[in-house]
């Protein structure tokens, strides 16, 4: 088993997957209105397992909760453009765009809720189906980035694409290269360790890599 994975990590299967273009920005919102939908149907499933009700909702269909749910999350969407990052290359900034955009969902619904119980005395929604549908919806965008970003740097590392360098000195330069070299959204470098001449600082590590003697 072990011989078959080092053939295939020494192919070239890995560089042609990473050679593989940008998808559209439409795919990148269709998919996180699927999985939407998806957070949606496991908040209807959970709430109805356990037999979780309030008994002032007033019973809308499932298509229509469904379908207000993702006309506002549409919006939300379009207004954070959380559509508009490459999934690869997802940072802080996206997860914070897809964490505004389910929140503001989850205002507008929760408004919107209160606006027709202060009107008819009933609610739309379970406010727990809010609150769990912004839960799930989340952790599946979230997922869906941290995933797609994790197995791209992994093709990455065994595409042949890769610089391997170490960086030279400890000091506060020779850690700020090395943290801006692991901040690049395109990775382009695998960073091996740190090479120092002080006999203190040797065979210890910084930044969770080894430090190296000058002579080794």
């Known amino acids: 088993m072990t011989w078959r994975y080092d053939t295939l990590k020494k192919s070239d ?16 919102l269709l998919i996180d209105l699927l999985l939407c939908t998806t957070a949606f149907l496991l908040t209807v499933l959970f709430l ?6 309030i008994a002032l ?3 809308f269909s499932l298509g229509h909760r469904l ?8 919006l939300s969407f379009w207004l954070f453009h959380t559509y508009s990052g490459v999934l690869r290359y997802s940072g802080f900034v996206d997860v914070m765009k897809v964490f505004l955009a389910i ?12 606006a027709y119980y202060c009107m008819h005395n009933i609610y739309v929604f379970n406010p727990l189906e809010i609150l769990l549908y912004s839960l799930i919806a989340f952790l599946l965008l979230f997922g869906l980035r941290f995933s797609v970003k994790t197995i791209w740097n992994y ?3 065994y595409s042949g694409n890769m610089t391997r360098v170490m960086i030279y000195g400890t000091r506060s330069s020779g850690i700020a290269i090395a943290k801006m070299l692991r901040s690049l959204e395109d990775v382009r470098y695998k960073i091996e360790g740190f090479i120092d001449d002080k006999d203190l600082i040797t065979n210890r590590f910084i930044l969770g890599m ?3 003697p000058k002579d080794e």
């Open 103 to 114: 929140g503001l969902n989850v205002l507008f619904l929760a408004i919107a809720n209160g």
């Open 210 to 212: 080894k430090v190296y």
């Open 155 to 157: 093709l990455n590392l």
């Open 48 to 53: 109805s397992q356990f037999e979780i009700d």
């Open 13 to 28: 299967i890995f560089s042609h997957l990473t050679s593989l273009k940008y998808i559209s920005r439409w795919i990148v």
């Open 67 to 74: 379908t207000a749910i993702l006309c506002i999350q549409f």
């Open 57 to 59: 909702v007033e019973h």
